[in-house]
């Protein structure tokens, strides 16, 4: 049965924010949980835990021999441009043995954020081979750890073989305001390629 839609209900559709589902992947220790956290307008939800002897011999902390914790699951967030966008940002387990969540994680993602360690480069390639064959669109972006070599942003696109129009960025995941430029060039990007009428493939579809 057809029924027309009342006006209150016309008034609270229209200021209804659109919700989009981003992911943020990369290498072990890349600092995925750092910058959902830094943007994140709510207290993020984290499933992080201390990393065991189960995990020596499997899991490279090389480069990042500090750290004590790994995401098992994801990590949660949200954050609101405006009063017409919110985007929930689900942070992606870095080792191989967790990928086997991923298709879950990025299914109905309008896009992904890779975050890179140029001490690790390599270990994000998994990332950006992944959403390359799921047809996801992505930006790089290389996280600025203190004491790190710097590199150009051309040295990082020919050392990750990407296409041209993949955006390639330096930021600081613990600064709000670095990751929240990475979040506006992704979106900027997905944009651009669906105004180029390249629409997202559906991941997991």
Not at 90 to 113: C, I, K, N, S
Not at 127 to 134: A, I, M, P, T
Not at 180 to 194: A, E, N
Request: hydrophobic share 40%; charged share 25%.
């Amino acid at each position: 049965m057809d029924y027309e839609r009342s006006d209150g209900d016309k008034a609270r559709a229209a200021v209804l924010p659109t919700a989009v589902k981003i992911l943020v992947a990369g290498g072990f220790g890349v600092g995925k949980t750092t910058l959902v956290g830094a943007v994140s307008e709510t207290k993020p939800l984290r499933t992080e835990e201390l990393l065991s002897e189960q995990g020596v011999g499997v899991d490279d902390i090389s480069g990042v021999e500090s750290k004590s914790t790994t995401t098992v699951a994801m990590d949660f967030g949200r954050i609101s441009f405006g009063d017409d966008l919110v985007l929930y940002l689900f942070g992606t387990p870095g080792q191989d043995r967790f990928w086997f969540v991923w298709d879950e994680l990025a299914l109905g993602a309008l896009g992904a954020v890779v975050l890179a360690d140029t001490r690790r480069l390599a270990d994000c390639f998994p990332s950006v081979d992944y959403f390359e064959q799921h047809g996801l669109p992505f930006v790089v972006a290389v996280n600025c750890f203190d004491g790190a070599r710097r590199y150009s942003i051309d040295e990082v696109r020919l050392a990750l073989n990407l296409d041209p129009e993949v955006p390639v960025m330096l930021c600081d995941a613990r600064e709000r305001e670095s990751s929240k430029d990475v979040l506006i060039t992704l979106l900027q990007h997905v944009m651009k390629g669906r105004g180029a009428g390249r629409e997202p493939a559906s991941v997991g579809s």
